[in-house]
């Protein structure tokens, strides 16, 4: 079975912790506690929305033999990385401006965009902690500046194909896809979201353009992990997704 380098890669670095927590954002301590933003697919979403289902994985792997995320990221998707350094640039002076600037500085090399380390750039197959950090509207004068989720439940699987599969597992607003190698300081995440406690499965990137996430991994700290969404088609103009064993 084909195994690209990055799962070679994947299986030295095996990790494990799980968790899950209750699904409203926590308040920051900041001018005013935010809202809980609703899923934007079920505004009454129960505080604990059941894991959907995962698609049975193809002898010959889910990356349709490659391991090039620009021969499967859509054009629209992928210049989105292109402007990575102005929605970070954006992301945090909004969400400094609007009164976050403390809950900003508290996350660390979490809200650093330069933080990026070298070696082990992805997460190992195994489970983890992680959690939702939004950062600037997505349309001006609507929604929150800055929005903190409580800690959830994801995982990382290789697949008997070769592929290096990231799944958040838990909460209102899931997502599973593909890693993918870029540079030595980043790796690229091509998937799409599931919302709600009503969706079961997961849908297959491409399958719907407003779930679609493309972002870059990076490692900020031992065994600390980022999934960064620049642009996100939802609520924000960047979303952290940190991983951590």
């Known amino acids: 079975m084909r195994r690209t380098p990055l799962a070679v890669l994947a299986l030295m670095t ?60 859509k054009a629209a998707d992928a210049s989105l990385l292109g402007r990575l350094d ?3 640039r954006m992301a945090r002076a ?6 976050f600037s403390r809950q900003v500085e508290a996350l660390g090399p979490l809200a650093d965009p330069n933080a990026a380390q070298t070696g082990r750039i992805q997460p190992g197959p195994g489970t983890y902690r992680c959690r939702t950090i939004k950062m ?11 929005v903190e989720y409580p800690w959830f439940a994801c995982s990382v699987e290789l697949t008997p194909g070769g592929d290096l599969v990231l799944t958040k597992t838990t909460g209102s607003q899931r997502t599973r896809g593909l890693i993918y190698p870029d540079s030595e300081r980043r790796a690229v995440y091509v998937g799409a979201q599931a919302w709600g406690a009503d969706e079961k499965t997961f849908p297959a990137y491409g399958d719907k353009a407003e779930r679609d996430q493309v972002g870059v991994i990076e490692r ?26």
Do not use: F, H
């Not at 909004?94 to 009164?99: L, P, Q, T, V």
């Not at 900020?220 to 991983?243: D, H, M, S, T």
């Open 14 to 73: 095996t990790t494990a912790l799980a968790a899950c927590g209750d699904d409203r954002p926590a308040s920051p301590a900041a001018p005013a506690s935010p809202a809980t933003p609703a899923s934007p697919a079920d505004p009454a979403t129960p505080a604990s929305a059941a894991a959907p289902q995962q698609p049975a994985t193809p002898a010959g792997g889910m990356q349709g033999g490659t391991d090039s995320w620009r021969q499967v990221a």
């Open 86 to 88: 102005q929605a970070w």
């Open 94 to 99: 909004e969400a400094e401006d609007g009164g």
């Open 136 to 146: 600037g509207r997505r349309v001006e004068g609507q929604g929150l500046a800055y």
């Open 220 to 245: 900020i700290g031992q065994n600390r992990w980022r999934l960064v969404l620049p642009w996100p088609k939802q609520e924000a103009k960047l979303e952290l997704l940190e991983i951590t064993g």
